[in-house]
Every structure is written in structure tokens, then in C-alpha cells.
Nanobody, 126 residues
Framework: QVQLVESGGGPVQAGGSLRLSCAAS????????MGWFRQAPGKEREFVAA????????YYADSVKGRFTISRDNDKNTVYLQMNSLEPEDTAVYYC???????????????????WGQGTQVTVSS
């Protein structure tokens, strides 16, 4: 019912910035908590950031806190991830997730049961 399409990934040098976008279609976008997760080759999926349906509450992994900012525009059915001060360790495929309910549940369940996009590659070189 919900389709998610990520964009904005690409190569960037360490210290640079990227802005990822996730465009949603289908069910009412504003009723879903939204989040970003990432996965590097050989590693488990990692939580990055999440935002409540209203945009009033945000959550960040310690590894990105202070560098990344998640936001959403319900009128445009889009969630964003502004990534600053990128590090080589940020290299991964970034996935957008949508799930009805409490944002905390999306985070603590690591997106289990959520709708997922296809991902966008972020490669940070040093």
C-alpha cells in the first residue's frame, strides 16, 4: 500500500554533505512514523534516524547525532535526511522505512514490519 523511493545518494568526500530524500505514495503519509536505516557490506542493518508522524519528535543514533538531521514535509509526502560532516564510516546503502504507530516502536524493532524503499548508495571517501 505504501511505496517509498529514495534519492540523493552518491559519492562524497569526507567532511562533505548530502541530502537524502524519500518520496512516499499510497496510504496517508502523515499517519506513519518514518525512519532511515543503513547497511554496509558484511554488517547488520543499523538505525540512523527517525521522526514522528507530526514531525514533533526525532531520534538519532549516537553515531550520527549532531551531524545528521531528519525532517519531513507531509504536504510533499517526503522525508529528508540531511547529512553533514560525513565520514568514511557512513558509507552504506541508506533505506527509508515507514510504519504506523509510535516512532519508538519503529526504532526499537529495527523497522521490522515496516514498508521499505529500495535504498540509495552513499559512498564517503577520504
Amino acid at each position: 500500500q505504501v511505496q517509498l523511493v529514495e534519492s540523493g545518494g552518491g559519492p562524497v568526500q569526507a567532511g562533505g554533505s548530502l541530502r537524502l530524500s524519500c518520496a512516499a505514495s499510497g496510504r496517508t503519509f502523515s499517519s506513519y512514523a518514518m525512519g532511515w536505516f543503513r547497511q554496509a557490506p558484511g554488517k547488520e542493518r543499523e538505525f540512523v534516524a527517525a521522526i514522528s508522524w507530526s514531525g514533533g519528535s526525532t531520534y538519532y543514533a549516537d553515531s550520527v547525532k549532531g551531524r545528521f538531521t531528519i525532517s519531513r514535509d507531509n504536504d510533499k509526502n517526503t522525508v529528508y535526511l540531511q547529512m553533514n560532516s560525513l565520514e568514511p564510516e557512513d558509507t552504506a546503502v541508506y533505506y527509508c522505512a515507514a510504519k504506523g504507530g509510535d516512532t519508538v516502536v519503529l526504532v526499537t524493532t529495527m523497522g521490522r514490519g515496516a514498508y521499505w524503499g529500495q535504498g540509495t548508495q552513499v559512498t564517503v571517501s577520504s
